[in-house]
């Protein structure tokens, strides 16, 4: 764990930053006040911005990455499917079971006029914890950190994958502690079935995981 850690410290180290910070405010102040102090900087540019980018944490994403993987290694594209599905099964049950009652913003909100909403966006209602678009963001930009070498990009895969969370906050999709749930559910995931696909004595017998579509 602590090479691993060491390794991908430019992705965990600030990640891990936002976790203290994050996990203060929400500690602090209600998901409500939260939200509506965030919601106040809305603008032209970051409507259409964070509209597009959360686009970048659904399911077609996350297919299109693993199958673009497929030209470089099928453990590197198998590492991203199974931290996938196995962080969405995770955040789906907890949506429709354990949390089912737990509204999004414009529910929590509707008998106000306080959130400033995209009229072109269509704004769900319920199963709001956690967040799903931010699972499935941290955990294929986390496993994309895992894979890349370069200091720089492990550190651009947290930026990316931090600005596909806030856009669920900016959109009124979720709340704060539906992100920041979802991103421990997702980093978490990824780092479990990393270890499994890299270290374990059965996966590494599996020659096949390190060939290509490229490479028979």
Same mark, same amino acid.
């Given at each position: 764990?602590?090479?691993?850690?060491?390794?991908?410290?430019?992705?965990?180290?600030?990640?891990?930053?936002?976790?203290?910070?994050?996990?203060?405010?929400?500690?602090?102040?209600?998901?409500?006040?939260?939200?509506?102090?965030?919601?106040?900087?809305?603008?032209?540019?970051?409507?259409?911005?964070?509209?597009?980018?959360?686009?970048?944490?659904?399911?077609?994403?996350?297919?299109?990455?693993?199958?673009?993987?497929?030209?470089?290694?099928?453990?590197?594209?198998?590492?991203?499917?199974?931290?996938?599905? %196995?962080? *969405? =099964?995770?955040?789906?049950?907890?949506?429709?079971? /354990? +949390?089912?009652?737990? $509204?999004?913003?414009? !529910?929590?909100?509707?008998?106000?006029?306080?959130?400033?909403?995209?009229?072109?966006?269509?704004?769900?209602?319920?199963?709001?914890?956690?967040?799903?678009?931010?699972?499935?963001?941290?955990?294929?930009?986390?496993?994309?950190?895992?894979?890349?070498?370069?200091?720089?990009?492990?550190?651009?895969?947290?930026?990316?994958?931090?600005?596909?969370?806030?856009?669920?906050?900016?959109?009124?999709?979720?709340?704060?502690?539906?992100?920041? %749930?979802? *991103? =421990?559910?997702?980093?978490?995931?990824?780092?479990? /079935? +990393?270890?499994?696909? $890299?270290?374990?004595? !059965?996966?590494?017998?599996?020659?096949?995981?390190?060939?290509?579509?490229?490479?028979?």
């Amino acid at each position: 764990m602590k090479k691993l850690i060491g390794a991908n410290s430019p992705f965990l180290i600030p990640y891990f930053t936002f976790l203290i910070i994050a996990g203060f405010i929400i500690l602090i102040y209600p998901k409500g006040e939260i939200h509506l102090y965030l919601n106040q900087f809305h603008n032209n540019f970051g409507d259409y911005f964070f509209y597009n980018a959360t686009y970048a944490g659904d399911g077609l994403a996350v297919v299109g990455m693993g199958f673009l993987l497929c030209f470089f290694k099928y453990r590197f594209a198998i590492l991203v499917a199974l931290s996938n599905i %196995a962080s *969405s =099964l995770f955040t789906q049950l907890l949506k429709h079971t /354990v +949390f089912s009652d737990i $509204v999004r913003p414009k !529910k929590f909100f509707e008998s106000t006029d306080q959130l400033n909403l995209i009229p072109w966006v269509e704004n769900y209602l319920y199963n709001s914890f956690p967040s799903g678009h931010t699972t499935a963001a941290f955990t294929t930009f986390f496993c994309l950190a895992l894979i890349i070498e370069n200091k720089l990009l492990k550190f651009l895969m947290l930026v990316i994958a931090l600005t596909i969370g806030f856009s669920r906050i900016y959109l009124s999709q979720h709340f704060l502690n539906d992100v920041y %749930a979802g *991103s =421990l559910i997702g980093v978490t995931t990824s780092i479990l /079935v +990393f270890y499994y696909l $890299v270290f374990s004595e !059965k996966s590494m017998k599996l020659l096949w995981m390190e060939k290509s579509f490229l490479k028979k």
